[in-house]
């Protein structure tokens, strides 16, 4: 198991969103987080990677307490986060962006920039490009590939398919699966909910800020359930 979610209560303020989640990851895996608006998908990911404090409950990444730490810390760790929005930089290039996300490491890091082109040819076409210049797809690539710059063990995505036309969704959902071959594993909240149990070894569902359900990608696409309130079926 690479990543842990031991009852984890989290919220804003005096209000509590998550109510004692818990989640497994295992290496290599693909995760998917489902559920209606509110329920809490992306202050899971907040507080797995230190940006939102549990107030109880643990976080464990390779069998070490990180539970607490700040982003920083937790980034040196082994995970990466890509949020929604705001998560590139417009006004420099699509190259500036991705040494960026080195902006940690004391090593030379040319081999994985290359690595990172290898799986975004588009990006290295246009490197010397300003990234506001950009459709919508090719800025999550940034955005996706700055995190990747780490070489982290565990990618957290927040929906990042929103706001993308039907076609370029397909093409970020490929993107994705190729980025889990390379053995990175990755956690999803995503509220096209079909897709991302397509491509999920194992899905989550939330509501209310509980986990109500969970079970592989494949059984949740078949369950009525789950079909019904959240597949359109």
């Known amino acids: ?67 607490g730490l700040r982003p920083e810390k937790i980034v040196r760790k082994g995970i990466s986060y890509v949020p929604q929005v705001d998560n590139v930089f417009p006004s420099m290039t699509i190259q500036e962006n991705l040494e960026m996300g080195a902006f940690i490491r004391t090593d030379d890091y040319r081999h994985r920039l290359d690595q990172i082109y290898d799986l975004f040819p588009i990006l290295r076409e ?19 590939g700055r995190a990747l710059m780490l070489d982290p063990q565990v990618l957290l995505l927040d929906e990042p398919s929103a706001g993308l036309a039907p076609l370029l969704v397909s093409h970020i959902f490929e993107q ?34 509980r986990k109500v359900l969970d079970d592989t990608g494949d ?15």
């Open 1 to 67: 198991m690479i990543l842990n979610i031991e009852d984890i209560t989290a919220g804003y303020s005096e209000v509590d969103i998550l109510h004692q989640v818990n989640l497994q990851v295992r290496v290599g895996e693909i995760v998917s987080i489902i559920g209606p608006n509110g329920a809490g998908k992306s202050t899971l990911l907040k507080t797995i990677f230190g940006l939102l404090q549990p107030r109880q409950g643990k976080v464990i990444l390779n069998d070490e307490d990180i539970t």
């Open 126 to 144: 246009r490197r010397k490009h300003k990234v506001g210049q950009l459709s919508g797809g090719q800025r999550q690539m940034v955005a996706m």
């Open 176 to 209: 994705i699966r190729e980025i889990n071959v390379t053995g990175v594993a990755i956690v999803i909240v995503e509220q096209n909910a079909q897709e991302a149990l397509k491509m999920a070894h194992h899905g989550y569902v939330l509501a209310m800020g």
């Open 219 to 233: 059984a949740l696409l078949e369950n009525e359930e789950v079909g019904r309130l959240y597949l359109g079926g």
